[in-house]
């Protein structure tokens, strides 16, 4: 259900049609965001519920319980960026802007948790560089609408969180300037280090 993972779900079988060079039939509620995501991604040979004989059948659970699975086809995947033109919307966009997503899910990755002066001196830093901010938290805009801005953004600024898992496929690596509240988190299995980043935060690092 969390976008980041449906959106790591959809991009491990593009990945691993890449790298088997097999076709990957994806088993799950066809939505309409798995659909976007499916058309989106340009890597391997992804289809959704169609019947056809599988060779294997691999069950993807989110989070860290696939960190392993996820790292082992990943590793061989240099580039994850999508190569098709992200669908327009009508929106009025500024000539040089960033996007900003500092809400998050999960309490760990909340940025927003911290003294809100912190993130208005994190903002700061970039309109001083002359950069507009587009705020597409909060869900203030559908998720094809937020993979468009972003695409068109100059950077993508925020949480690990959904927004940053869009911007890693529509926006060059190096474009993505991700913050995160670091504190140690022991006896957390998904946190083998003791320190509170994310397995997907540890996989664009």
Known sequence: KPLGDTIDMILFCHMLSNYKQEKVNIQCDNNHIIKYFKDLIDLGDVVIQQDAPSTKTIKYKPG??????YSSISKHILNIQ?????????????????TV???????????????????????????????????????KYSVEECAYIISKAKLHVG?????MHIAKLVLPIQCLHMYINIRRRENDKRFPDGWNVAFMARELF
């Open 64 to 69: 860290l319980e696939s960190a392993s699975l």
């Open 82 to 98: 999508t190569n098709k033109v992200i669908p327009k919307c009508n929106i009025d966009l500024p000539e040089k802007y960033i």
């Open 101 to 139: 997503q500092w809400d998050a899910g999960q309490q760990y990755r909340k940025v927003d948790r911290w003294d809100k002066d912190r993130i208005k001196n994190i903002e700061r830093c970039y309109q001083d560089q002359n950069y507009d901010i587009i705020d597409i938290g909060n869900r």
């Open 159 to 163: 949480a690990d969180s959904g927004m």
